[in-house]
């Protein structure tokens, strides 16, 4: 009955949410401004807005980290001119291979990608580099082979740091050692690297941290918070959980406050999204490290049109964003935004 109220109390407050590592209509598209407008390429390359078109085919909309890529891919190529098109295949891979084939078809002039299934979209891949088309892969890489043969720049998240941040400040927290538990998300690349980064920032203090319990949460909040409820029932001697998500640790915190153990029972996070600081300003979650969505997007954005401007000499092939502990004071401040 109690897992039953918990569910009903938080579902409206994460319905927005998935793995923040989720799309409400299949595909969504939007055109630029002006066709007159022009858009300044760095290091003096010009080139007429309206020659341009950018698509970005992402995982899901149904998730406020991609949809705040979306809107921030948007508003850039509306201020300049661009057309734009987003693409939304809701998780579903076919979808996206399909589209992917669309945007190969279609004459874009760059493409960014998050990968459904980072394996799985390699003829999708080939494709659009046949057709000529940049591919900036961005937030979720796509397997090291194809990034080396397909993708001009991936830009993402420093994910391990991430973890290293969230498990530094739980050593800070427990400097005498903890039982602990982990809900991961083994299937993802990044939430692997979340974990090792978090186990690895457990530093010197990790042989004081015993964890009774290391789950795969889904990244979603109804599974972790089953999962959660199950972990405190048969620890009673918990003291912390590591979630590799927002939504996950929720889920975590929503068992925590039913079993009254709100306070007595820690939820450190990885994600910073809107739902995630308030928690953190609730005293629901003890630590919560950001992942970076605009940032993300305006780093792509920015070197598709240097890429485009004729600098083709963008650096690194692999660009991580870095990570950072989230305050209160940051919290109050950017509250219903990611960063």
């Given at each position: 009955?109690?897992?039953?109220?918990?569910?009903?109390?938080?579902?409206?407050?994460?319905?927005?949410?998935?793995?923040?590592?989720?799309?409400?209509?299949?595909?969504?598209?939007?055109?630029?401004?002006?066709?007159?407008?022009?858009?300044?390429?760095?290091?003096?390359?010009?080139?007429?807005?309206?020659?341009?078109?950018?698509?970005f085919c992402t995982n899901t909309l149904n998730n406020t980290f991609q949809s705040s890529m979306d809107a921030t891919f948007s508003s850039l190529c509306e201020e300049a001119g661009i057309s734009y098109t987003c693409l939304d295949p809701d998780y579903d891979l076919n979808t996206q291979l399909s589209q992917l084939s669309d945007v190969a078809n279609s004459g874009y002039d760059a493409v960014f990608i998050i990968p459904v299934d980072s394996a799985g979209i390699t003829s999708?891949?080939?494709?659009?580099?046949?057709?000529?088309?940049?591919?900036?892969?961005?937030?979720?890489?796509?397997?090291?082979?194809?990034?080396?043969?397909?993708?001009?720049?991936?830009?993402?998240?420093?994910?391990?740091?991430?973890?290293?941040?969230v498990g530094a400040q739980m050593a800070e927290d427990y400097p005498d050692g903890a039982d602990i538990a982990v809900l991961d998300f083994p299937s993802n690349e990044s939430c692997v690297d979340r974990v090792n980064g978090f186990m690895d920032g457990l530093g010197e203090n990790a042989d004081k941290f015993n964890i009774v319990a290391q789950q795969d949460?889904?990244?979603?909040?109804?599974?972790?918070?089953?999962?959660?409820?199950?972990?405190?029932?048969a620890n009673p001697d918990l003291e912390a959980f590591f979630c590799i998500n927002d939504p996950s640790a929720l889920g975590a915190a929503a068992a925590v406050k039913a079993a009254n153990k709100t306070g007595s029972i820690g939820v450190y996070s990885i994600d910073a999204s809107p739902d995630g600081k308030q928690a953190l300003l609730d005293g629901e979650f003890s630590a919560v490290a950001a992942q970076v969505p605009i940032q993300i997007a305006e780093y792509a954005y920015d070197a598709a049109v240097?890429?485009?401007?004729?600098?083709?000499?963008?650096?690194?092939?692999?660009?991580?964003?870095?990570?950072?502990?989230?305050?209160?004071?940051?919290a109050e401040e950017t509250l219903t935004d990611w960063q």
């Amino acid at each position: 009955m109690k897992k039953l109220v918990v569910w009903s109390l938080c579902l409206c407050m994460t319905a927005s949410m998935a793995a923040g590592c989720g799309a409400a209509s299949d595909t969504q598209e939007g055109s630029g401004a002006s066709a007159d407008t022009e858009a300044a390429a760095e290091d003096g390359n010009e080139e007429a807005a309206s020659d341009l078109s950018f698509a970005f085919c992402t995982n899901t909309l149904n998730n406020t980290f991609q949809s705040s890529m979306d809107a921030t891919f948007s508003s850039l190529c509306e201020e300049a001119g661009i057309s734009y098109t987003c693409l939304d295949p809701d998780y579903d891979l076919n979808t996206q291979l399909s589209q992917l084939s669309d945007v190969a078809n279609s004459g874009y002039d760059a493409v960014f990608i998050i990968p459904v299934d980072s394996a799985g979209i390699t003829s999708g891949l080939a494709e659009i580099q046949a057709a000529g088309i940049p591919i900036f892969n961005v937030d979720t890489a796509v397997i090291d082979e194809d990034i080396e043969s397909f993708v001009t720049q991936f830009v993402g998240t420093n994910a391990y740091m991430a973890g290293q941040l969230v498990g530094a400040q739980m050593a800070e927290d427990y400097p005498d050692g903890a039982d602990i538990a982990v809900l991961d998300f083994p299937s993802n690349e990044s939430c692997v690297d979340r974990v090792n980064g978090f186990m690895d920032g457990l530093g010197e203090n990790a042989d004081k941290f015993n964890i009774v319990a290391q789950q795969d949460g889904e990244a979603a909040l109804d599974t972790s918070l089953s999962l959660a409820e199950d972990i405190i029932i048969a620890n009673p001697d918990l003291e912390a959980f590591f979630c590799i998500n927002d939504p996950s640790a929720l889920g975590a915190a929503a068992a925590v406050k039913a079993a009254n153990k709100t306070g007595s029972i820690g939820v450190y996070s990885i994600d910073a999204s809107p739902d995630g600081k308030q928690a953190l300003l609730d005293g629901e979650f003890s630590a919560v490290a950001a992942q970076v969505p605009i940032q993300i997007a305006e780093y792509a954005y920015d070197a598709a049109v240097k890429y485009l401007g004729g600098d083709t000499e963008l650096g690194d092939k692999k660009v991580y964003l870095d990570s950072f502990l989230v305050t209160k004071d940051i919290a109050e401040e950017t509250l219903t935004d990611w960063q």
